[in-house]
Each structure stands twice: as structure tokens, then as C-alpha cells.
């Protein structure tokens, strides 16, 4: 009886964990442009370091993202930072994305042009 009850918990917690699972792709799906590039784990994940507005379950390595104006003179800046942060700080620990080619130069603009706006 109580092995049956514990097999019991843990197959509703497997189903459960896979709900949410299935949620995040339900919101990722939702999401379009910049935003998804951000959010989505298979693209861009910057929340895995980064806090970002709405972004659920963020990582605290780098800064949280936002006012980035006031931060960088251009977008020009900005999305050269995006493409290969090492050339502003070799020791950063973040990923250069546009010369290791896990975003394209598309991909990038669209992140600048959401991020940017992000107050
Ligand atoms: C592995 C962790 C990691 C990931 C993933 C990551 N970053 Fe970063 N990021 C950092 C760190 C650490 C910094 C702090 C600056 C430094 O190290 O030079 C930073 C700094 C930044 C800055 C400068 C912010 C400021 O106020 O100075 C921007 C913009 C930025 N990241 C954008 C992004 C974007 C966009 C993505 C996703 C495509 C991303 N980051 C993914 C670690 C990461």
C-alpha cells in the first residue's frame, strides 16, 4: 500500500514537471522577434545569466538587462557587445555570440531592437 502510494506521487510528479514543461513552450511560442531570441533556451538564453523584464527564473552572473542606452553609445555598439563581448572585457564570461556563430547577424539586430527599448 504505501509503495503504491510513493509510486503514485512520483508518477504525478513526473507528469507535473512535464506540464510545465510543456507551459514553457507554450509561452515560448507566444513570444515573437527580440523577446523569443532572449528567451528561449535553444536561441539565445540570455536569462540564464541575465534578468530581463517578464523573464521567469533568470540567472544573476551578468547584470540584469535594461537601460542599455545609457550604457552604450549606439545600437551599432550594442549589437557589436552582443556578437563578441570579449572584445570589450577578454575575461567575460559571456559567450560571443555572433563570431562563435550561435546567433546570426539577423538574429542579433532584433535582440538590439528589443532591448534597447527595455526601460
Ligand atoms: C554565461 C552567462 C551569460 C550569458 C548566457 C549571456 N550573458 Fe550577457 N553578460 C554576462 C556577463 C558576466 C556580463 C557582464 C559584463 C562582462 O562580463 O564584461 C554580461 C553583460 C551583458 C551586457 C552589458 C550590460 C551592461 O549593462 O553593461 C549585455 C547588453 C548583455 N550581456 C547581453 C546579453 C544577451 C543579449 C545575451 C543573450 C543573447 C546574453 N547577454 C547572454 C554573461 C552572460
Known amino acids: ?66 537601460s542599455l542606452p545609457l550604457r552604450f553609445k549606439d545600437k551599432t555598439q550594442l549589437h557589436q557587445f552582443i556578437w563578441d563581448a570579449t572584445q570589450f572585457n577578454p575575461n567575460t564570461s559571456m559567450p560571443p555570440f555572433g563570431k562563435n556563430k550561435i546567433l546570426n547577424d539577423d538574429e542579433i539586430k532584433q535582440l538590439v531592437d528589443y532591448l534597447w527599448e527595455l526601460k
Open 1 to 66: 500500500m504505501k509503495q503504491s502510494f510513493i509510486f503514485l506521487s512520483c508518477l504525478l510528479l513526473c507528469a507535473c514537471s512535464n506540464v510545465d514543461k510543456n507551459f514553457d513552450k507554450a509561452v515560448e511560442s507566444t513570444l515573437s522577434g527580440g523577446k523569443k531570441i532572449a528567451f528561449t533556451f535553444e536561441l539565445g538564453n540570455c536569462l540564464a545569466c541575465h534578468v530581463i523584464a517578464e523573464g521567469d527564473a533568470p540567472g544573476n552572473i551578468g547584470p540584469e538587462l535594461k
